[in-house]
Nanobody, 126 residues
Framework: QVQLVESGGGLVQAGGSLRLSCAASGRIFSNYVMGWFRQAPGKEREFVAGIRWSGSNTYYADSVKGRFTISRDTSKNTVYLQMNSLKREATAAYYC???????????????????WGQGTQVTVSS
């Protein structure tokens, strides 16, 4: 079992920055892919970024490339999402997730992820 706890959400003005954290506990295997997803009201949950626990390979949705950075600190069992140049459309609940993934392709479908945090709200004001 893996437990994930997100933090760092809040209210920020458009153009500002936030850093989300996801603290993981339990058995984190090297093949895990850690992902960040977001879900705005009335919309489906969407992939934002992912990183392999065993390495530094990172993956991003096109909408956030160049502005968001995902990273992980294995000594702290924590995954981060640095969000810069935030836009109003980034307003959503952000979720951390873990995918027990032996494949070469990072899954972007929420249904492929095995563990989820409770989410943290990000609100971007104009």
């Amino acid at each position: 079992q893996v437990q994930l706890v997100e933090s760092g959400g809040g209210l920020v003005q458009a153009g500002g920055s936030l850093r989300l954290s996801c603290a993981a506990s339990g058995r984190i295997f090297s093949n895990y892919v850690m992902g960040w997803f977001r879900q705005a009201p009335g919309k489906e949950r969407e992939f934002v970024a992912g990183i392999r626990w065993s390495g530094s390979n990172t993956y991003y949705a096109d909408s956030v490339k160049g502005r968001f950075t995902i990273s992980r600190d294995t000594s702290k069992n924590t995954v981060y999402l640095q969000m810069n140049s935030l836009k109003r459309e980034a307003t959503a609940a952000y979720y951390c997730a873990a995918d027990h993934n032996w494949g070469a392709v990072v899954n972007v479908s929420p249904g492929e992820y095995d563990y989820w945090g409770q989410g943290t709200q990000v609100t971007v004001s104009s």
